[in-house]
């Protein structure tokens, strides 16, 4: 793959990773403003326990949070690119899954977050060992 192109792959997906943790922070804006999906992370919470199960919705809204900081900033700097490429794949994958099962196929083909998870894997192929 083209140098430019990975970069480019690198940029977009942390971009996307650090949009979304905005968002749940109220960065973008207050819940119900254009464009803000969550507005706070009380909603977030909200959403991961629709896409998983009440009980582990804080825990597991805390480690996407994580998941996608350390990912991003990963990117960002190529450290242990492939397997952040990997493992941001992998992650992509799990919330795409979740989102068809609990709300419908429909939901994640709307957000590209299938894109996004092909875009990691190509990233990590492109990646020299």
């Given at each position: 793959?083209?140098?430019?192109?990975?970069?480019?792959?690198?940029?977009?997906?942390?971009a996307s990773?650090?949009?979304?943790?905005?968002?749940?922070?109220?960065l973008?804006?207050?819940?119900?403003a254009?464009?803000?999906?969550?507005?706070?992370?009380?909603?977030?919470?909200?959403?991961?326990?629709?896409?998983?199960?009440?009980?582990?919705?804080?825990?597991?809204?805390?480690?996407?949070?994580?998941?996608?900081?350390?990912?991003?900033?990963?990117l960002?700097?190529?450290?242990?690119?492939?397997?952040?490429?990997?493992?941001?794949?992998?992650?992509?994958?799990?919330?795409?899954?979740?989102?068809?099962?609990?709300?419908?196929?429909?939901?994640?083909?709307?957000?590209?977050?299938?894109?996004?998870?092909?875009?990691?894997?190509?990233?990590?192929?492109?990646?020299?060992?």
């Open positions: 793959m083209n140098r430019t192109a990975a970069i480019l792959l690198r940029l977009a997906l942390a990773f650090l949009s979304a943790v905005a968002d749940r922070f109220g973008w804006g207050p819940p119900g254009k464009g803000v999906a969550w507005g706070n992370f009380q909603n977030f919470v909200d959403y991961t326990a629709t896409l998983t199960f009440r009980a582990a919705s804080v825990p597991l809204a805390w480690l996407a949070t994580l998941c996608e900081v350390v990912l991003a900033v990963a960002l700097v190529g450290w242990k690119l492939r397997e952040a490429a990997l493992a941001s794949g992998a992650l992509l994958t799990t919330f795409a899954l979740s989102m068809a099962f609990a709300l419908s196929p429909k939901a994640p083909l709307d957000y590209s977050v299938f894109t996004a998870a092909a875009a990691s894997f190509a990233l990590a192929a492109s990646v020299r060992r």
